[in-house]
């Protein structure tokens, strides 16, 4: 059984800076993209973030220039770290993960608000 588990929400000022972490156990070959997902109350899940195995990176347009994210291949992990956070980045984030001949898995979740 494949599981992710997220880390690293919170509360933060606007302006602020918060880091996402997030690893998948299990029986795992191998994982194509990793990424993070965001939803707010009332809107739909949106991409944040994404990252394939060679290091291709993909971002949405709302955080390019404040979001990183990074993956380690040999801990099966990825981090968004999140700077210049503004309230409407408030929302629960996701991660999600491509697993080779297995398909999307998701994480359960953890809450990001930005709020002075």
């Known amino acids: 059984q494949v599981q992710l588990v997220e880390s690293g929400g919170g509360l933060v000022q606007p302006g602020g800076s918060l880091r996402l972490s997030c690893a998948a156990s299990g029986t795992i070959v191998s994982i194509d993209t990793m990424g993070w997902y965001r939803q707010a109350p009332g809107k739909q899940r949106e991409l944040v973030a994404t990252?394939?195995?060679?290091?291709?990176?993909n971002y949405a347009d709302s955080v390019k220039g404040r979001f990183t994210i990074s993956r380690d291949n040999g801990k099966n992990a990825v981090k968004l770290q999140m700077n210049s956070l503004k309230p409407e980045d408030t929302a629960v984030y996701y991660c999600?993960?491509?697993?080779?001949?297995?398909?999307?898995?998701w994480g359960q979740g953890t809450q990001v608000t930005v709020s002075s």
């Open positions: 990252v394939t195995r060679g290091g291709n990176t």
């Open positions: 999600n993960a491509d697993l080779k001949w297995m398909g999307a898995y």
